[in-house]
């Protein structure tokens, strides 16, 4: 079941002694990781439409996946790829070999 979520106005007081409302709005959540799904260090927490108006700086990190991996996932994938391309050279070889 989804329940809908009220934002209450809020009366605030100004330096001017005066009451007025003030708008809640919405939390703004931390990008995640889109491999292990944890919290991207470096990025700002905001609603989507408020990341247009936020620099690139505050969007994303100087990084391959900046924006949407985290460090030891994007190593992974690093790694990963290294590993394979060692086994294909390894496989060439022996396949040389196996000819010869």
Known sequence: MVQRVTYRRRFVKT???RL???YLKKKGSVPKCGDCGSQL???KASRP???KRLSRRHKTVTRAYGGS???KCVRQRIVRAFLIEER???KRLL???HKK
């Open 41 to 43: 260090a470096g990025l």
């Open 95 to 97: 396949k040389s070999a």
């Open 69 to 71: 991996r985290c460090g």
């Open 15 to 17: 330096p001017g002694a």
């Open 20 to 22: 007025v409302i003030s």
């Open 49 to 51: 439409y408020a990341l």
């Open 88 to 90: 294909d050279i390894a």
